[in-house]
T-cell receptor, first 112, second 112 residues
Framework: DAGVIQSPRHEVTEMGQEVTLRCKPISGHNSLFWYRQTMMRGLELLIY????????DSGMPEDRFSAKMPNASFSTLKIQPSEPRDSAVYFCASSLDRGGYTFGSGTRLTVV | QQPVQSPQAVILREGEDAVINCSSS?????VHWYRQKHGEAPVFLMILLKGGEQKGHEKISASFNEKKQQSSLYLTASQLSYSGTYFCGTEYNNNAGNMLTFGGGTRLMVKP
């Protein structure tokens, strides 16, 4: 198994631009999570999908953030417009039912 | 509400033991433990379920005290490869699913 695959690994963008992060979960996993990690705030849950349905998006910072999971093998996290304070490492993770999470390698986002 | 981890950091010599604690103010369904090395994604170590037994993984084991809403991670005869940041992730009883809230992390450094 290739694990959870995220792209891109690094993204540098200018303030105001749209950013799209992508995630392919492990085949057969039915839960998908987007987390953001910063030194100041640690690992924060942004949104949680179960069987492709968004269950909890209370961690999404504001309307500039949106996430979709059109099918069991793909999810996107979009930021529009991006701001410097969005700079962080964004992790996607998947799990089967209430099992352990497998994290992707992350996307390091820098907004200048 | 984020679980509280202690200590925040610990330095060990190879072969020494360490205990990392994780406590919650809310009733827990499960506790996960992860290790993250610098520049990498968190890696799942083990899960402890409500009503379950103490789990073990090589020389790393953990316990879960449901009454006290606490979990402890035990690292015995530490090796250089144990260095990294350890996170506990807590799943609360009233969750709609298996969303984890992560603690702030404990930085562990093992020296030769």
């Amino acid at each position: 198994d290739a694990g959870v695959i995220q792209s891109p690994r690094h993204e540098v963008t200018e303030m105001g631009q749209e950013v799209t992060l992508r995630c392919k979960p492990i085949s057969g996993h039915n839960s998908l999570f987007w987390y953001r990690q910063t030194m100041m705030r640690g690992l924060e849950l942004l949104i949680y999908f179960n069987n492709n349905v968004p269950i909890d998006d209370s961690g999404m910072p504001e309307d500039r953030f949106s996430a979709k999971m059109p099918n069991a093998s793909f999810s996107t996290l979009k930021i529009q417009p991006s701001e410097p304070r969005d700079s962080a490492v964004y992790f996607c993770a998947s799990s089967l039912d209430r099992g352990g999470y497998t994290f992707g390698s992350g996307t390091r986002l820098t907004v200048v | 509400q984020q679980p509280v981890q202690s200590p925040q950091a610990v330095i060990l010599r190879e072969g020494e033991d360490a205990v990392i604690n994780c406590s919650s103010s809310k009733a827990l369904y499960s506790v996960h433990w992860y290790r993250q090395k610098h520049g990498e994604a968190p890696v799942f170590l083990m899960i402890l379920l409500k009503g379950g037994e103490q789990k073990g993984h090589e020389k790393i084991s953990a316990s879960f005290n449901e009454k006290k809403q606490q979990s402890s991670l035990y690292l015995t005869a530490s090796q250089l490869s144990y260095s990294g940041t350890y996170f506990c992730g807590t799943e609360y009883n009233n969750n709609a699913g298996n969303m984890l809230t992560f603690g702030g992390g404990t930085r562990l450094m093992v020296k030769p």
